[in-house]
């Protein structure tokens, strides 16, 4: 998600960056002060994050490819023939390729993604590596009611995949609602196929969000870096810093941004004040074990019918179903 989030939002008049600042506005007004994780995906934040992604101590990008080599051509047959595959997020598409490789006669490929720029080389990866397949992309935030495009024969079902962990972003309200609304999406016959990472040794999770060559710590940062571009704000990078700690009572991967003095931070019209060593906080990334994610499921009115790990069980993949 990048800045091209607001300008594809034409029910808002006001100028991109206005609307940028009040959000920020906002979350700073907040206690904890609290900024949205998606704010982190601008041009260099997804770069930032393929590179996390290759880091030794992010595993969960490697156990969710692993996990789909082994598995893919099963959740194929699960899935059955003439799928409507519909994907939150497109992605460089690497786990979407695995899944399509083995599909049955799918009847077309959504992509939904906010950001215009990775939407279109989506569409073009996949359109030279399956030149029959209907790639029908469609802008937007997959947070929002989705209004899907018309599919070029009807399907026998749609399924929503939505890989990656993403659904560990939002906390577990959010997490339920936003299935709440895939499940509508998908229709009375239709699935949801969805990565989340499992829990395990808290200090492997803990690893995978403080990596060595501190990619983590600079992909954070540049949250402020995107801010300081776009709204003009003048957040001083040497005087923040990433902290990245696993609460177990919760079951996530709290970050925050650490003010390490006294200062003060203009956005906008405003003057915001942090104290020495105020967090604040930038991401949540939940982990589930398989029962917490049935759980969170039928908080949403559905049921695991298949679950897949990697073969070392640090990820899973889940297809639910009302
Ligand atoms: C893309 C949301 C799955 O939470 O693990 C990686 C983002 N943040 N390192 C995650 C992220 C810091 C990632 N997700």
């Known amino acids: 998600m990048s800045e091209q989030a607001f300008d594809l939002r034409d029910d808002d008049r006001r100028p991109p960056a206005d609307e940028l600042t009040g959000i920020v506005q906002r979350g700073l007004r907040l206690r904890p002060k609290r900024l949205p994780s998606w704010l982190f995906y601008d041009e260099r934040g997804s770069q930032l994050f393929e590179a996390i992604c290759e880091q030794p101590e992010y595993y969960l990008t490697r156990c969710e490819i692993s996990l789909m080599d082994v598995h893919a051509g099963e959740m194929a047959d699960v899935l059955g023939e003439d799928v409507r595959l519909?994907?939150?997020?497109?992605?460089?598409?690497?786990k979407t390729r695995m899944l399509l490789e083995h599909l049955h006669a799918p009847v077309a490929y959504v992509p939904v993604e906010i950001s215009a720029e990775p939407l279109r080389r989506c569409v073009h990866a996949l359109g030279e590596r399956f030149p029959s397949l209907p790639v029908q992309p469609l802008p937007g935030d997959f947070t929002r009611a989705l209004r899907l495009p018309i599919p070029p024969r009807a399907p026998r079902r749609t399924v929503l995949y939505?890989?990656?962990?993403?659904?560990?972003?939002?906390?577990?309200?959010?997490?339920?609602?936003?299935?709440?609304?895939?499940?509508?999406?998908m229709g009375d016959n239709g699935g949801i196929l969805i990565g989340a990472d499992l829990k395990k040794d808290h200090a492997v999770i803990e690893a995978a969000y403080n990596d060595r060559a501190g990619v983590t710590a600079e992909f954070t940062l540049n949250m402020l870096v995107r801010l300081n571009r776009e709204i003009g704000s003048d957040f001083e990078l040497s005087r923040f810093r990433h902290h990245a700690h696993y609460n177990a009572m919760a079951g996530r991967i709290e970050t925050f941004l650490v003010s390490t003095r006294a200062q003060k931070v203009r956005v906008g019209r405003q003057q915001v004040n942090f104290a020495d060593d105020e967090a604040m906080q930038v991401e949540y990334s939940?982990?589930?074990?398989?029962?917490?994610?049935?759980?969170?499921?039928?908080?949403?009115?559905?049921?695991?019918a298949h679950a897949w790990t990697d073969p070392s069980g640090m990820f899973a993949v889940y297809y639910l179903v009302r």
């Open 86 to 94: 519909v994907e939150y997020g497109s992605g460089n598409a690497v």
């Open 162 to 185: 939505f890989p990656g962990s993403t659904i560990g972003n939002f906390e577990s309200r959010e997490a339920a609602e936003l299935l709440r609304k895939m499940r509508n999406e």
């Open 286 to 304: 939940c982990k589930y074990s398989q029962d917490d994610f049935a759980a969170l499921a039928s908080k949403a009115g559905l049921d695991v």
